[in-house]
């Protein structure tokens, strides 16, 4: 078992994971400032100066452990059409170069292509925003040069799935090592309608192109970015299943998963605290669930400061370790593909155990946010 985490840039956090030797090997460092941009539904409103993004990573590689350039954007909007965009693109492959990345995280397939060509000794990495849920997509970006992909959160509870792909990347032939990596803690809604909507605003939020730059600067619309997470708290408010659907696993079956060939595991950080962080790895480590899931589940979140978030928290369904055991041992992991129907029956059969928010909270939250989806779907009073 080894974990790649993705988090805020937080120094004290790697010293720690070193000191308890935590079997952690990787830390995902998402480029500040960087003209592709990021995709990541998890970065934080603003995002660190780029010394602060040099030196995060300097205290990484000291600590022996391997930095992942993070460049995971799915869309530029089209500025790559742009001679300015493309030299701003080989002058960032040359800072990362000089700054000794060896691992590289991308989205985009022309992305991909890009770094392949001007980067060759660079290990790629495929972001779980491209949707790598089937084979036939599995392959095509083994093929055109990823060597490592992170599947996306929908296919984690389908077993024949999980199988197929491995033995896909048995068969390949190609020199390079090959290998899947698993999320283990992202709360987002299984089957998600935002999905790409989601990935493509945070990669222009954060694109900063000489072709058009700050985009989150220069919007006159309040809180424009928030929209798909305004959705999908509403839903999950709305039907807690969403929070037993959505594709996490837990300590109480990652066993299931090595036991299957699966032995690298991406856990999301952001926002957590390092006490909360180190004892998450440990109860992955030892299998143990003893507290509520909910505290494990990083789920993005609005950033607009109208976001009531001890409200937010008070309103979710309590995930206790009990029914979680049980949830867990029951589910129907080896369906071939488990359809959203044989989902939701497996799932409502454990919701009725499971301690619910305070109504009259919960009541609250979705009527904010269903005020505010409503101000930003009018598009009249977002200034």
Sequence with gaps: MKFIIDGNCNKELISLIVREELPVTHV??????????????????????????????????????????????TCQGNFEAHMQQYKAVISLFQTLKELEFKDI???????????????????IYLSYSQY???????????EIGAESIILHPDIIRSFQM????????????????????LPLNLGCNWGCIHWYQHHNMQSHRTLNSPVFNDQHKISDVRDEFDYPMLYCWK????EPINFLKAGWISPDNIE???????????LFTN????????????????????KDFQEFLNIPEPYGDYWLGSEVKNSKINLSPDVMKEFCTTFPYNNHYPTEHEIDIHCR???EKLRNGKNQKIEQVINLISNKMREMEKGVKGG
């Design 235 to 238: 839903k999950r408010l709305q």
């Design 256 to 266: 299931l998963y090595e036991e299957l060939g699966y032995k690298d595991f991406l």
């Design 28 to 73: 995902i460092v998402h480029v500040p400032q960087n003209p592709i941009g990021n995709s990541s539904i998890l970065l934080p409103k603003v995002l660190p100066k780029f010394k602060e993004f040099e030196e995060y990573t300097k205290h990484i590689r000291d600590q022996e452990l391997i930095p992942i350039a993070g460049i995971d954007s």
């Design 162 to 181: 999980l199988k197929n792909l491995l033995k896909l990347k048995e068969k390949l032939n190609v020199s390079r090592g090959l290998d899947y990596i």
């Design 105 to 123: 995280l991308v989205s985009s397939p022309n992305n991909l292509g890009f770094v392949k060509e001007n980067l060759p000794s660079m290990k």
């Design 271 to 290: 926002g957590f605290s390092n006490e909360k962080i180190l004892q998450i790895i440990k109860s992955y480590q030892n299998k143990s669930l003893d």
């Design 132 to 142: 790598v849920t089937s084979l036939n997509r599995a392959r095509i970006f083994f």
């Design 349 to 351: 059969n454990y919701i």
